[in-house]
């Protein structure tokens, strides 16, 4: 049978890598001002900024629902594919857990809890890309990546905790003093679920070269095919500068690919986020 592999947004793959594999993508929802938008589709990252600045009200995400997956699924399958579908980790969202439902109504559907966000989640979809491309089949791939989803190391560099404050993740109070004293915390994903790690502190520009440093310096344990420079619009500058430090600390990759992140990190994180994302070997 021909392969068909589909992912939820909240991946953060451009779409020239979408369409170099031939990834189909289900989105989730944005909720802002009472309307349920379609992330990437009906709504944009700039879109929530506005939002934001004018109302002071963050957007809250939504999932995919049931009918949602039954109808790509249906979609594809009745041309002959069997279909293997990856999802945000199901600690974050309700995504996976439908998407499971619909697969239950419709032969050789497959189903993935890539256990990440954002272009973590985007390294399992692109490893499961890879195998079919090998010919695997979509039961292989369902085995090899939730096999590889706990090796991807994903995080992320955070401005201003304004959003997490907005959002209900943090405390007035912790929100206060993390302005007062500049702090920029880490946020890592870690067994599926978003956390805090290091904290940061002086302006963003430095905070990001210090923090890819801190994840790549003396590291042994990182494969070099792939790692993403994943962000919520950060400068040009900024951004060649991370690519300029892998670079440095860790020459040798296949692949140094910026993505930009979507409505999904957006809400959660704010502006001038940046993450450096990757695969362990262990």
Known sequence: MKLKIISDSTCDLSKEILEKYDISTVPLYINMGGNMLKDGIEVTPN??????KQTGILPKT???????????FNYWHDLGYEIICFCISSDCSSSYQNACTAAQMVEDTYVVDTRNLSSGE????L???????????????QKACIEVAPRVEASFVIDSIDF????????PLAAFGANLLKLKPCIDVTDGKM????KYRGNIEKVILDYVTDRLKGRTDIIKHRIFITHTGCSREVVAQV?????EIMPGFDEITETFAGCTVTSHCGPNTLGI??????
């Open 122 to 125: 985007g390294h399992v979809v």
């Open 195 to 198: 956390a805090p790690s290091k």
């Open 127 to 141: 490893y499961g890309a890879e195998l079919a491309q090998k010919g695997a089949t979509a039961e292989e791939i």
């Open 47 to 52: 879109d929530i900024y506005a939002h934001v």
């Open 243 to 247: 690519r300029d430090k892998i670079n």
């Open 62 to 72: 939504a999932a995919p629902n049931l009918s949602d997956y039954l109808d790509v």
């Open 277 to 282: 994302l990757f695969i362990r070997s262990k």
């Open 164 to 171: 997490l404050y907005k959002g209900g993740r943090c405390s």
